[in-house]
């Protein structure tokens, strides 16, 4: 069968963040604690650009777990959030489920902690379900580097496409003359190095 290379769209795609919790950032050891703040936000900030439909939820946050991390919930005020009460897969809640079905989008962009088991596992219901899953791998950490690999393998070969923040922006995006400021300014605030990039592009712009 001829590869079909299906895009994000941003008609098409909600966000889910999935048990980004208090507690289990202390398990991320696959990135270092500011790599994987920095990219969690850069990903809240490219939904909020583009206005994707976005569903929260943690797992058992009145145990060990611990509650949402306060930026993102705080981004996102008004989403679905369910704190599911001890559901260790996302899909397992009818609740979920339900709010994921009522954004009428078939492209689900998923990040959460751990990548193993809270991305995996929806994931894999997702796409059984005949959803496209994009897992956003910089934004989904676990205990160490064999064990993700394993995971983004499993997922991989079934079905999923894995991606980083970056390329969730830019396959969006589509074409810089879609509001290159506004795009330009999300990328500098989370990459110091694409933040010289748009100095050097605003010095040479004609004066208004």
């Excluded at 993102?72 to 599911?84: C, Q, S, T, V, W």
């Excluded at 990548?115 to 676990?142: H, K, R």
């Excluded at 694409?194 to 605003?202: E, T, V």
Aim: negative net charge; proline residues 6%; hydrophobic residues 40%.
């Amino acid at each position: 069968m001829p590869f079909k290379y299906n895009r994000l769209d941003k008609d098409k795609a909600a966000v889910l963040f999935i048990d980004h919790q208090a507690g289990l950032l202390s398990l991320v050891r696959d990135y270092s604690p500011d790599d994987f703040r920095n990219n969690l936000l850069a990903l809240a900030d490219i939904t909020k650009f583009f206005k994707l439909p976005v569903i929260l939820t943690t797992s058992f946050e009145q145990g060990p777990n611990g509650p949402m991390v306060p930026e993102i919930k705080n981004m996102f005020p008004d989403a679905p959030y369910f704190a599911r009460p001890g559901q260790i897969n996302a899909w397992d809640n009818e609740d979920f489920v339900k709010a994921v079905k009522a954004t009428g989008r078939k492209q689900l962009i998923i990040a959460g902690i751990v990548t193993d088991v809270c991305v995996a596992f929806p994931t894999l219901s997702a796409l059984e379900e005949g959803f496209e899953v994009f897992v956003v791998t910089d934004c989904s950490g676990t205990f160490n580097t064999s064990v993700r690999d394993s995971a983004w393998l499993r997922m991989q070969n079934a079905g999923a496409q894995l991606i980083n923040w970056f390329a969730v922006g830019s396959e969006l995006q589509r074409d810089w003359r879609n509001d290159v400021q506004g795009f330009g300014k999300v990328l500098a605030d989370h990459l110091p190095q694409y933040a010289n990039l748009m100095q050097s592009y605003d010095s040479v712009q004609p004066k208004k």
